[in-house]
Antibody
Framework: QLQVQESGPRLVKPSETLSLICTAS??????????WGWIRQSPEKGLEWIGN???????YYNPSLKSRLAMSVDSSKNQFSLQLRSVTAADTAVYYC???????????????WGQGTLVTVSS | DIQLTQSPSFLSTSIGDRVTITCRAS??????LAWYQQKPGKAPKLLIY???TLQSGVPSRFSGSGSGTEFTLTISSLQPGDFATYFC?????????FGQGTKLEIK
């Protein structure tokens, strides 16, 4: 059963770069039928879609974050990553990685989620 | 961006009650709407996609309807495990957006 889990620093200083990795286990992230996404959640903003990427490298970013955002995939490690530059306290949130599409690519929703990781931006 | 407005934001209900949550979109999104359930400290769990298709393994007391700008999630008879927060999400346009959530609490 495919599972995904987020990892990375829990504390990031203001103006630095937030970096997270999502690692898949029990299956491969290589697929032409679904996307991988990042979503974050904070009390102030609620659930916020950050962006999606396709294992081939195509990305779709939230315009509100696009200027600071980079997402990439490392299929050899069965991982994909998120980098958010120049963070502020407003970027403090629980960050989730998730799959959009379902095993057969017929589910237009995020059907598989990681457990989430709280990242705090503070000096 | 598409704005999704859920109502109510909070609902005090009892086991066995029938509950309906509404999600209104600021513009038409066809049927590209999903519903999630979230419990404290957990990731959202997909309940319904394409507005009315039940995700595998989700109990049949959950149902969804609607298209265009108005959608509903109905729980036919609340069970103890259903007290949680529910979110809608539109996937018709980038950027994907979520509703603000509806929290169900035990009366």
């Amino acid at each position: 059963q495919l599972q995904v889990q987020e990892s990375g620093p829990r504390l990031v200083k203001p103006s630095e770069t937030l970096s997270l990795i999502c690692t898949a286990s029990g299956g491969s992230i290589r697929s032409s039928i679904y996307y991988w996404g990042w979503i974050r959640q904070s009390p102030e903003k609620g659930l916020e879609w950050i962006g999606n990427l396709y294992y081939g490298g195509t990305t779709y970013y939230n315009p509100s974050l696009k200027s600071r955002l980079a997402m990439s995939v490392d299929s050899s490690k069965n991982q994909f990553s998120l980098q958010l530059r120049s963070v502020t306290a407003a970027d403090t949130a629980v960050y989730y990685c998730a799959r959009q599409g379902g095993e057969q690519g017929d589910i237009d929703a995020f059907d598989l989620w990681g457990q989430g990781t709280l990242v705090t931006v503070s000096s | 961006d598409i704005q999704l407005t859920q109502s109510p934001s909070f609902l005090s209900t009892s086991i066995g009650d029938r509950v309906t949550i509404t999600c209104r979109a600021s513009q038409g999104i066809s049927s590209d709407l999903a519903w999630y359930q979230q419990k404290p400290g957990k990731a959202p769990k997909l309940l319904i996609y394409y507005a009315s298709t039940l995700q595998s393994g989700v109990p049949s007391r959950f149902s969804g309807s609607g298209s265009g700008t108005e959608f509903t999630l109905t729980i036919s008879s609340l069970q103890p495990g259903d007290f949680a927060t529910y979110f809608c999400q539109q996937l018709n346009y980038y950027p994907y957006t979520f509703g603000q959530g509806t929290k169900l609490e035990i009366k």
